[in-house]
């Protein structure tokens, strides 16, 4: 039946869905279709489902690089495949006006993001990253400049793309930009955190209580 439903969807998109047609080509009842998923959403809901329980666990390579980039080349390999591809674009597609859809693919990439945020932790462990990573955000980071160019640009989302969207995100990471709750406390004042610390020193410009002020509104707007 989840295959059948994978065919119609990246043959005819999520809105051509249809249960009969899911059904004739299950070589099941539509009527058991119905009474077991209900809707079109339900069938792609549970598409999903099984496609995150297929999709392979987080490696652990050693370094908080080598486990991004694994997850990069992972999103890579996922949209470049002719059926897979398809299958994420189309839900991805319906997903900006069907709530079923979108629901779909929350749960999809919610469950995957939690599984590879593990790597932030580890990482945290080994001391590469600041303590307080949070490592849903670090893997959002990661993926979606991948996305991006899936679904808006459509430019290729290739090998140069995963590795520099995982060198962004880690320089980030590594910076505290991910780092969130009572750890972000003090960060400000590292000098050794990029953007993070004081301002340098700009000559003709006064450092003096009024121009603290000043940079302060105008940092935190």
Request: hydrophobic residues 45%; negative net charge; charged residues 20%.
């Amino acid at each position: 039946m989840l295959q059948a439903t994978q065919d119609e969807l990246v043959e005819r998109g999520f809105h051509g869905l249809n249960m009969e047609q899911v059904a004739t080509r299950a070589g099941i009842g539509k009527t058991t279709i119905y009474r077991r998923w209900g809707t079109t959403a339900g069938l792609v809901t549970e598409l999903m489902t099984e496609l995150a329980a297929q999709s392979s666990p987080p490696p652990d390579t050693g370094s908080i690089q080598g486990d991004l980039e694994a997850n990069a080349i992972s999103v890579m390999e996922a949209v470049n495949d002719p059926r897979l591809g398809a299958t994420f674009q189309a839900v991805i597609a319906a997903a900006t006006c069907d709530e079923g859809a979108a629901a779909a693919l929350r749960a999809f990439y919610g469950r995957r993001i939690a599984e590879w945020a593990t790597v932030a932790d580890q990482a945290i462990a080994r001391g590469d990253l600041p303590p307080g990573t949070d490592g849903q955000e670090l893997i959002k980071a990661v993926s979606a400049p991948l996305y991006y160019r899936l679904v808006v640009t459509r430019e290729p989302v290739d090998r140069e793309a995963a590795v520099r969207a995982v060198t962004v995100a880690l320089i980030a990471a590594r910076a505290g930009a991910f780092v969130t709750g009572p750890a972000t406390a003090g960060l400000g004042a590292d000098p050794a955190v990029p953007g993070l610390g004081a301002e340098p020193a700009v000559p003709g410009v006064s450092t003096g209580p009024a121009a603290t002020g000043a940079t302060a509104t105008r940092t935190t707007r």
